[in-house]
């Protein structure tokens, strides 16, 4: 702040930012230091828009209660609804582009170092971050659509092709599919755009801050977490 | 701290404090600044104890849900649990104790004053903090209790007083009963011992801060939160 | 979710989606149910920006102390910086839209309607939420930056008339001017795009989360918060 | 809940446990499900107690500056003060449990079974979780009084003897002393105890939230937190 304007990043805030830059870009500029090129925005769109909405989750509910609790204070049920984004929900990108960036940083030969990764990975008997579901079958769709727009944006790179490497030896030494989900995808992204796995949970604490004051709105206007906690009650003081 | 020793309002923790002190008498310490008295503690114990296990509510649920999301930050499930208690549980104490000790202050006649307090009430359409309750035709039985502690150790006086005045007032001006509240006797017992209305809610968080523990010791054990989320999912994606 | 599809608010993610809208679009989108048009989503842009980065604040700096103590839960960080973003800091937006929605509720006549709303807060001693700022004897850049955009996108309506209104009343009103702030800005503008009161507060929920998790990565690369706190841990054993 | 009863563990809230049990037999009722022998209360009394104060911290701080962002909401406040209790202050009593057992579980020579234990942390350059510390040089005076109570009460058992080989085994691995410290004594006391690692933070943030709350309380009448964010701000503006 410099007497009656304010500067964020070296820019004018009226002059330079409002009006000119979106949220996202905006956001790139204030957490890299630099205004992003319009790919690299499109690309974290991408990724924001596939992580805002999720429905009912942990997370959701959790905001919705705390918000018939405290509804005077809603920034109260946007915080409980984050802190429950934690390693279950949010932890699997991060573990996918930090085994994405291991593989990278191996060496040459992704092949090579990702059947090492995968070896590694069932001697110790562990899920691989990045691939798998539990419920889809084929290709996640939001996979295929967010390498799509990497690639569109020239932005794909070493870790997007790290991560197909994964999927085959996967495969091969698994003797069945363990096919990319979008947690590997949106680790092996952000990776390529040069973020560290330990920022890779920043984007979904942003997409998801948004889905969660969506889902706060609803319930003010249509409530329902009352009647399941009410439900939940009752049913234990019968039992 | 002083060297090796920590002081903690002006006592030493390691040899006057850890052993002689239990849990309460420490708080309040802490909180007030002096040593209480035993009676001051029975009473402030008797009131934590009420309000510690509530069973399932929005707090407790939403407390399940984090750790359901975060189990490896248990902080987070019990910060979550905390938020939801806010006015529309933690606050009717204190809006009984602000109404109380406005009924106190307004003079020596308790009757008079809680007639014109309740017709105030009545005016604006407001309930009345601290009478009234969905479940309880009789007297909630903690409300005997509680104000039996207090009255045993000597700690009742005008505050408990003008809950009385206030329930009697109620029933003249309403035509029907409107009886004590466990939020009422909290807070009527609260004013006796010198604290503010804002004060109030503190105990609350300290009481429901222990009972959230035991909720997330209990769902590690025996996990439910996350049938309740699936569950509404399905539920969701059927309609 | 439909089979592999995810569908939200009746549009298919991976197809109609991602790569499709931004950020604010899809925010838009989950909050209202309808796709915005690129004039509303350029307006929630500019008021996005606007909130986003406010330097060092309770809310920024909670977030640091929160990574300090807790590094491996950085949802934790993020959420508690959002629960200092409280009345003292997001309530005035919230409360401008509730001052500048009865204004033009009123009637027709948003002059009389000002001074009507001026004089009675003048008669309670309150301060008028959307006037006045402690730093800026110009008017805030921000403002004309802010109704700028939104004239532009002919997003500026009876809220935004309002608000200049109530500007002129409170200087006739008063003998002095009281200029509009970023926060009259921002609940006059969401309120002329359609927003309850109670929904402003979600918008700078929003912006605020990105702005944190910058902070939080910032703290990462470059710590501070432990000097602040042992600073003053020191600062206090000395006295 | 049993008609105008309220059930807790069995027991009848108003006729058993108000004005009958204390705070922390409440609290050992709520988590294991029993009522406690005044021993187990004592020594757990003396954890409590010992936890509860530690003067400006991460966890108070931030709890103060919530206040401040949001007076409205003191439940916001406790909250963020919980979430800086992370692994960096409350982790390592827990870790320090988790140590003991193993020790305890390998078999009935604890001098050996600790020697093998700090051979391998000293191989992987890790410290040795309950002991050492950055301040005192002699043993920490809450080690000797809270073992102290756990003896007199009958309570100490292996865990608090393998704590003590544990120290041995490290000033003849090490060469130098490296002393037990209080979230050692605490592990290997609620160890013996009954509790599992993951059970010791539990402990731990009911009675942080005890002094978080009276932080809270300190700050309303004393506050301090803005004028460490602004003094900081303006720092950050100058340079």
Redesign the interface.
């Known amino acids: ?2 007497g ?3 500067i ?2 070296g820019y004018n ?3 330079e ?3 000119k ?4 870009a ?2 790139l500029l ?2 890299d230091g630099v205004i992003p090129t319009p790919a690299r ?2 690309v974290v ?2 990724i ?3 992580l ?2 999720h ?5 959701t ?2 905001g919705r ?2 918000l ?13 609804g ?9 932890g699997t990108s991060e573990e996918a582009a930090r085994l994405l960036q291991g593989v990278v940083a191996a060496g040459t030969n992704l092949e090579e170092a990702s059947r090492t990764a995968i070896r590694e990975l069932i001697a110790t008997d562990s899920r691989v971050p990045g691939l798998g579901h539990n ?4 290709t ?3 996979v ?3 390498i ?2 990497a690639r ?1 944006e020239g932005q794909a790179g070493r870790h997007v092709e790290a991560l197909g490497a994964l999927e085959s030896a996967a495969q091969s030494e698994l003797g069945r599919p363990l096919l990319v989900n979008a947690a590997g995808a949106v680790g092996a992204i952000l990776s390529d755009l040069g973020y560290r796995p ?2 890779v ?2 984007f979904a ?3 998801r ?3 969660l ?2 889902h ?2 609803e319930e ?1 206007r249509e409530p329902m ?2 009647s ?2 009410v439900g ?2 009752e049913h ?2 019968e039992n």
Request: with cysteine; charged share 25%.
């Open positions: 702040m410099d009656d304007e304010i964020v990043r805030l009226s002059s930012l409002i009006g830059l979106g949220f996202t905006m956001f204030d957490l925005v499109r769109d991408s924001l828009v596939a805002m909405e429905g009912i989750t942990p997370s509910l959790a209660l705390v018939d609790g405290a509804p005077e204070a809603a920034q109260g049920a946007v915080a409980a984050l802190l429950a984004t934690g390693s279950r929900f949010l419920l889809h079958k084929k996640d769709p939001r295929r659509a967010l799509g727009v569109e330990e920022d949970r920043s604490l942003v997409a801050c948004a889905g004051v969506a706060i709105a003010r977490a009352r399941v906690w939940l009650q234990r003081d």
